[in-house]
């Protein structure tokens, strides 16, 4: 039977101040505290009527089913037919995939403590290639964590465009440099290119054995050992881990080594917490459920394309990237679970970027353009500097204004200078930003993800968008393929026929 949308289309739209004035007690209903991280949606148009109808829909949808399926390794990834298992790197899910997960993270461990004590030789540099959830989710952990370790210098290099790597030649000395590749599939065209020329750039600076000096992320072992890795520098995780999901397991390599096993189970500690969280708690309290069914609100009542999370702190300058590629991968999806056409709008587009410097270049058409835009401040109390305290003052009051003035609006008798107001967003506000708190904060993404896939009736797990445009470049680097005029021209002009 189709989801029943109608009393959540029927949904009224409030003003938001009328919403304040009209119920003391707004700010309680719609805020929360949870595993160092305080969310609020009182400026958005949620209202107690809207969490009903969406209580209702979740049943329709049998969200709490499909939650505990998910956890318990059901294969609910359908149309790949495997289990959904990022939960279980974190301890959480069933039996098998934990202790799979576990023996996982202790062969990591291992490889670590010998990189640490020296048994490929001196290491001072970190060269990961990977591309998308092969690259976004470390290089976001290294970025936001790493400011104040230097045990090892990390570079994530993701294009296929040689220049990043070049840059990073320029940087790094090549004895002392390790190698890590990280690819689920292990056959990635950019990062096995952007892998044979590291190889080469170390052969023709004179290291002896620059294969010695590699490691593999990946779900494909044998395809890993088969390109040139030792066996025992192969790091696999299950197949039941997706691309964009994939941070907690060896694919944070990266992270655990540059950071430590402690800041690295740490970081599985916090996202189990919200894990739990997700799991164990009703949906009116419940921060991923909540968050999901204020973006439906503006997807489906509002008719919202997009959605913007800015992050007032400069720790989290790369979350926008990251979670572009998880909400975006996760959701634009076409046809539901069924095959059939899904009739509806399903993921915004994620953009946004970091405050303050978002304030003085896209905020102009957040606050009087013709697109209606949720926004979604970030910020943490405990400032990432040692500066002057001001500094941090300023961030987190221009974000708290923002809010305020998005909400606010300001009449005057020039049109041009007058703001419309009622303009949602919410806010997340982290204590600290720690291993733990990160990791709570990356997890609570998943779960909204999840939820707005459930709701749906998508599935959030696949990703067969990116296949044809992969399929095409293949065949035109083989020469072949059957092009249109215009890319045939294309591709002559630039010399590549
Ligand atoms: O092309 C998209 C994608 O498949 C992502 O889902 C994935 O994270 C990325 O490519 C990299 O894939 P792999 O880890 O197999 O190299």
């Known amino acids: 039977m189709p989801a029943d949308w109608s009393a959540i289309e029927a949904l009224p739209s409030p003003k938001l101040t009328d919403l304040f004035a009209e119920d003391d007690g707004r700010l ?17 148009h949620l209202t107690a009527d809207a969490l009903t109808a ?36 974190r301890g959480e899910g069933n039996d098998e995939s934990v ?48 400011r104040d370790h230097d045990r090892y210098e990390t570079a994530i290099v993701s294009n296929v465009d040689g220049t990043a790597l070049e840059d990073v030649f320029e940087r790094f000395d090549p004895a002392t440099t390790l ?48 390109w040139g890795v030792d066996e025992t520098r192969v790091l696999p995780f299950s197949e039941g881990v997706g691309g964009r999901y994939s941070l907690w397991s060896s694919i944070g390599f990266p992270a655990a080594l540059a950071l430590g096993w402690d800041c690295f189970q740490e970081l599985l500690d916090g996202a189990a917490e919200m894990d739990r969280h997700f799991r164990l708690t009703a949906l009116h309290e419940n921060a991923p459920a909540l968050a999901a069914f204020a973006d439906l609100y ?19 300058r790369l979350l926008p990237s990251y979670l572009q590629q998880l909400e975006m991968e996760s959701n634009g999806k076409g046809v539901t679970k ?21 304030q003085h270049a896209v905020f102009q058409l957040l606050h009087q353009g013709t697109h209606l835009v949720p926004v979604e401040f970030l910020a943490v109390i405990e400032a990432g500097d040692m500066l002057d305290a001001d ?5 987190l009051l221009n974000a708290f204004a923002q809010g305020a003035a998005l909400m606010k609006g300001k009449q005057v008798d020039d049109p041009a200078r007058s703001y ?43 990703q067969f968008g990116v296949e044809l445009g992969k399929e095409m470049a293949k065949e035109a680097a083989k020469g072949g393929g059957d092009f249109d005029p215009s890319t045939t021209d294309l591709i002559k002009r630039a010399g590549l026929d």
């Open 420 to 462: 419309a107001g009622d303009r949602p967003s919410s806010t997340l506000l982290l204590d600290t930003l720690d291993a733990r708190t990160l990791g709570a904060l990356i997890a609570f993404y998943e779960h909204r993800v999840f939820v707005n896939g459930v709701l749906l009736d998508i599935n959030s797990f696949d």
């Open 54 to 89: 969406f209580e209702a829909l979740a049943k329709q949808m049998d969200l709490a089913g499909k939650r505990e399926a998910m956890f318990a390794g059901q294969h609910v990834n359908t149309t790949e037919d495997r289990p959904v298992e990022h939960t279980a790197e």
């Open 338 to 358: 069924e095959g059939a056409p899904v009739g509806r709008p399903t993921a915004a587009i994620t953009w946004g970027g970091v405050g303050t410097d978002a």
């Open 28 to 44: 309680a209903r719609f805020s929360l505290d949870v595993a160092g991280i305080h969310f609020d949606w009182s400026k958005t």
């Open 99 to 146: 202790a799979r997960a576990a023996q996982y993270h202790a062969r990591m461990r291992t490889l670590i403590d010998a990189i640490e004590a020296d048994a490929l030789g001196p290491i001072r540099y970190i060269l990961h290639v990977g591309i998308g959830g092969s690259a976004l989710g470390p290089h976001l952990l290294v970025d936001a964590l790493g």
């Open 391 to 395: 500094h941090h003052r300023q961030l």
């Open 179 to 226: 190698l890590v590749i990280a690819s689920k599939t292990f056959t990635t065209t950019e990062t096995m290119l952007n892998a044979n020329s590291v190889i080469q750039w170390m052969t023709a600076n004179g290291v002896d054995d620059p294969y010695g000096k590699a490691i593999a992320l990946t779900a494909s072992p044998d395809k890993a050992v088969e």
């Open 298 to 316: 503006y997807t489906q009542v509002r008719r919202a394309e997009t959605r913007a999370p800015f992050a007032y702190d400069e720790r989290l």
